[in-house]
């Protein structure tokens, strides 16, 4: 059985532009209560050569170069992959200077060696076969290079399911496929040193459509889209927001930084 986060027909549907991605990240832009963007403490722990080549797969649409355009030190090699054709052309547009390819994350076609770090900023999850990717991530490092992968946590954004469960709307959790949880053992069976670290956060959602509007962004609730559900998730949301003043939201989410290539697999 295919799992819904890694069903290529819904991805290539829930990814064909970057109109759903903008919406999640629209909202965790404006309601976050973290120090600092997402991005920024992304890019805080790159801690990379001056001349380094850098691959991210799973680009989406540009946000972590877009928003650190001024720190990228111009000596560095960007390439920046998706598996979306649309999301290629949607970080294209943004003049980042980097090498753009459409790209599958379970056969990376670029030769062994090639990058000095990796990343793969929430999307590992999506990935069909993990091993393989994994595998492929591993073959186009250099020899201590480094790799970050990005993720959430089981208890992300949890309370979205209260709000949505009774419309028939369960977003489930994509942390089961790859997640703060599992993540450490799993890459561990590809690199020799693998560190977690968190990053503190949490939403408080003052206005109901940015937060109808991330929900309708997400696959399991096309369904509703235009129907009597949908009117009824914005009156449950614009109750609660009147009621309460807002809609705390759960964050987990952090990083994983794994080193030292195991080549005897």
């Given at each position: 059985?295919i799992?819904?986060?890694?069903d290529?027909?819904r991805l ?13 990240a629209?909202?965790?832009a ?25 691959l991210?797969?799973?680009?989406g649409?540009g946000?972590l ?12 090699r960007?390439t920046?992959?998706?598996?979306s054709f ?5 970080t ?8 753009l ?8 076609p670029f030769r062994?060696?090639?990058f ?15 091993p393989?990717?994994l ?10 290079g480094?790799?970050?992968a990005?993720?959430n ?26 997640g ?13 040193s693998v560190?977690?670290i968190?990053?503190a956060?949490a939403?408080i959602v003052?206005?109901a459509?940015?937060?109808?509007a991330?929900?309708l962004?997400m696959?399991?609730?096309q ?7 949908e009117?009824?998730l914005?009156q449950?949301?614009?109750e609660r927001v ?7 939201i759960?964050?987990?989410q952090g990083l ?10």
């Amino acid at each position: 059985m295919i799992h819904p986060f890694t069903d290529k027909t819904r991805l290539q549907e829930q990814y064909r532009d970057g109109t759903n991605l903008a919406a999640r990240a629209a909202l965790h832009a404006r309601f976050t209560t973290a120090p600092r963007p997402w991005t920024s403490w992304v890019f805080d722990h790159l801690d990379l050569p001056r001349d380094a080549r850098v691959l991210e797969i799973g680009c989406g649409t540009g946000g972590l170069w877009r928003s650190n355009r001024e720190r990228i030190p111009t000596s560095w090699r960007l390439t920046l992959t998706d598996f979306s054709f649309g999301m290629v052309e949607t970080t294209r547009a943004t003049d980042i200077t980097a090498n753009l390819a459409q790209s599958d994350a379970q056969q990376i076609p670029f030769r062994d060696a090639a990058f000095d770090a990796a990343i793969a900023n929430h999307m590992l999850y999506h990935v069909p076969d993990l091993p393989r990717a994994l595998a492929e991530i591993r073959r186009v490092l250099k020899r201590g290079g480094k790799f970050i992968a990005a993720t959430n946590g089981i208890a992300h954004m949890r309370e979205l399911d209260e709000l949505t469960s009774r419309l028939g709307v369960h977003p489930g959790s994509n942390a089961l496929q790859f997640g703060l949880e599992n993540g450490a053992q799993i890459l561990a069976r590809y690199f020799s040193s693998v560190q977690r670290i968190d990053f503190a956060d949490a939403l408080i959602v003052t206005e109901a459509e940015p937060l109808v509007a991330y929900i309708l962004s997400m696959f399991s609730a096309q369904k509703i889209r235009g129907t009597e559900a949908e009117q009824q998730l914005r009156q449950v949301i614009a109750e609660r927001v009147t009621r309460d003043g807002a809609i705390r939201i759960t964050k987990s989410q952090g990083l994983f930084i794994a080193e030292g290539q195991i080549s005897n697999l």
